[in-house]
């Protein structure tokens, strides 16, 4: 065998791998089936999308569930430990040639199980062995229909709580339906958590019960059949122990030991408050091993309060927290604030956006009890949020109620009220760039100011033992300025010796004060951390 000939051979080998390398292209991700688990459990999940590498690396934000490819694509052994938080967890795919986008995976301390088809008839209905208990589906195609059957015992109450527009951000506007053995319909719901529906049923005698999911296009169309795809996912939750909707209060100061109140359906009676301190800003997620369901609420730096203060001896002052009930008919709440003349104050309503079937409005009277501000929606929104400039100083009184004088306990609210300071939002549009050695990559960010924020930006990576960048790596910002068009955005470039994929994190210093920094998100998902990916030249 001559030498000309192992050429020939070494030719023909590198042209062959070269032709795979060029073909190979990052992982696209569509879809996580299940999109979640109950901690303590080893469960499969599919993957959809397009692999060309295989088997792609995971990056799973907490880091707490473990992903692990098996050999057929697209398949994962996806472990969930004991003590993994209840939460949405953020999951990406990467190889050396890029990152996929980020989706959601849920994990819950409820046993769950995964629809199985097919089960359109209520007589095909997947078997509910035991609840309470969360099934994973997916509305597969236009005209489908889930069924499950479950056995209940009159007098116990069944809740049903079907996930899928919130915390999926499934494309479906769901129905779910409570029927007897005989195909009446007892009970059903539609739009209960904005586009997520929810129904609760006292059982009036024992038997076998369907459930059935279907649902609309979230955005209304000419359609008017069911709807189904594979991006129409769902979280249906079972349970006659109790859920939980909602913790109160609904915000809590930090490092401020507060006892904490259960709001939900069917509830048991020893579901007793419980102290909790949160010890970190952000937000806190809670659950209870007595019930399903889990509350998420707002850790902040100011304090917080929960019953109505009328007497205005016991005025508060921002910045500061309030939060309430409309439990009964044309209920109104009354807060005496002490306000600042000729300060500008923000006062933020959230609700309907967590939540609540209350459709708040808002009063502010002044000392001589004159009506000096109201405000029912904002921009279409059904919380009202607005700026108003105190015209005296002295004690104010603010006046929540539900615009039709509706009620009830889930008519929960918090506002947040805080003298008017200058902020700034970055936000990269993207949570993933790929580029070439050697060449410079750019990853733009947006910068929104408000209410006069005028500090020159400049953008910095953050290192992190777990994620360093190579030596001789080059990066620069540019210059958010006061004004113009370059106070919009800010442009941060790497360029680097060598090939690398992983997870780099960016803030925002500024120019005037070096002390005060800035958090960057990224994508849809508002992700803390950016994938970078730099592959070899072409």
């Known amino acids: 065998m001559n030498r000309h000939f192992h050429i020939k051979i070494f030719t023909l080998i590198w042209l062959s791998l070269s032709g795979v390398l060029a073909m190979a292209e990052a992982p696209s991700l569509t879809r ?28 799973c934000y907490p880091a707490h569930v473990q992903w692990k490819p098996l050999s057929e694509n697209g398949k994962f052994e996806v472990t969930i430990p004991p003590d993994a938080p209840s939460r949405i967890y953020l999951v990406r795919f990467y190889t050396p040639e890029g990152s996929s986008v980020v989706k959601r995976f849920l994990v819950d301390d409820v046993p769950c199980q995964m629809e199985t088809e097919p089960n359109n008839l209520i007589k095909s209905g997947n078997p509910i062995e035991t609840v309470p208990r969360q099934i994973f589906g997916v509305l597969q195609k236009g005209g489908d229909v889930d069924a499950y059957r479950v056995s209940l015992k009159a007098g116990s109450t069944l809740v049903a709580t079907l996930d899928a527009q919130k915390w999926l951000q499934s494309p479906l506007d769901a129905l779910i339906q409570l029927a007897d053995e005989r195909g009446n319909v007892v009970a059903e719901n539609i739009d209960t958590h904005n586009l997520d529906p929810q129904l609760s049923y006292t059982v009036k005698k024992d038997g076998v019960y369907a459930l059935r999911v279907m649902g609309f296009p979230e955005a209304p169309d000419s359609t008017i059949s069911f709807v ?85 001896a016991k005025a508060v002052s921002p910045p500061l927290g309030l939060c309430g009930v409309i439990r009964e008919p044309k209920q109104q709440d009354l807060w005496c604030v002490s306000l600042e003349k000729d300060k500008t104050y923000r006062f933020e309503v959230e609700s309907h956006n967590i939540g609540s079937p209350l459709d708040p409005i808002i009063r502010l009277l002044n000392a001589e009890g004159k009506e000096v501000q109201k405000v029912d929606e904002s921009n279409g929104n059904r919380d009202p949020n607005f700026v108003w400039k105190a015209n005296a100083t002295g004690v104010f009184k603010l006046i929540v109620e539900d615009a039709e004088g509706f009620h009830g306990p889930f008519h929960f609210y918090r506002v947040f009220i805080k003298p008017v300071e200058p902020n700034v939002i970055i936000k990269g549009t993207v949570d993933h760039v790929e580029g070439e050695v050697g060449k410079p990559i750019e990853v733009k960010l947006t910068v929104e100011r408000t209410d006069g924020f005028a500090e020159v930006l400049e953008a910095e990576w953050v290192a992190e033992p777990a994620y360093p960048l190579p030596a001789n790596c080059t990066v620069t910002s540019s210059v958010s300025d006061k004004e113009g068009e370059s106070a919009k955005e800010l442009k941060w470039t790497l360029q680097s010796p060598t090939a690398l994929s992983q997870a780099i994190r960016l803030q925002i210093r500024s120019k005037a004060d070096p002390n005060r920094t800035f958090p960057v998100t990224f994508g849809d998902e508002k992700a803390p951390n950016l994938w970078l990916t730099v592959t070899p030249p072409k």
Not at 33 to 57: E, L, R
Not at 258 to 287: V, Y
Not at 295 to 302: G, T, Y
């Open 32 to 59: 996580l089936y299940p999109c979640g688990g109950c901690v303590g459990t080893t469960i499969t999940v599919t993957a959809t999308g397009k692999f060309a590498t295989w088997p792609v690396q995971v990056d």
């Open 228 to 312: 189904g795809n594979d991006n129409c996912q769902y979280r249906l939750t079972l349970t006659t122990s109790g859920h939980m909707e909602m913790a109160f209060p609904l915000a809590i100061s930090l490092q401020t030991p507060t006892a904490i109140k259960p709001l939900g359906l069917g509830l048991p009676e020893n579901f007793s408050p419980w102290t909790q301190t949160a010890s970190a800003l952000g937000e806190l997620n809670l659950n209870h091993p007595l019930a399903t369901g889990q509350a998420s609420i707002p850790v902040v730096a100011h304090p917080v309060y929960s019953e109505p203060i009328i007497e205005e």
